[in-house]
């Protein structure tokens, strides 16, 4: 099983920034995959980006292309979200997520943290 746990939510004003963490324990894959989703009250759960643990390849939306940055520690096996430039639309619960390569699917999720963006 792998272990996933996020911090780093909070409140700020639109132009603001935040990093969000994502702290990985358990079994971990030689190339997996981790991912940044969010949702929003009444909406489904949204892709945000994706990175790939042991090349650094980026995947983003396009709705935060540019504003978000996905980067890694790999010594505290920790993935983080930079978001900067934020709006009130990017107001959600964030979760991160790891698969167990590129191309495959989410398994494991966190248990999301709050992100709230005042205008």
């Known amino acids: 099983q792998v272990q996933l746990v996020e911090s780093g939510g909070g409140l700020v004003q639109a132009g603001g920034s935040l990093r969000l963490s994502c702290s990985i324990s358990g079994r971990t894959f030689s190339s997996y995959a981790m991912g940044w989703f969010r949702q929003a009250p009444g909406q489904e759960r949204e892709f945000v980006g994706r990175?790939?643990?042991?090349?650094?390849?980026?995947y983003y939306a396009a709705a935060v292309k540019g504003r978000f940055t996905i980067s890694r520690n790999y010594f505290k096996n920790t993935v983080y979200l930079q978001m900067n430039g934020l709006k009130p639309e990017d107001t959600a619960v964030y979760y991160c997520a790891a698969a167990s390569s590129w191309s495959s699917t989410f398994d494991y999720w966190g248990q999301g943290t709050q992100v709230t963006v005042s205008s």
């Open positions: 990175f790939s643990w042991n090349n650094g390849i980026t």
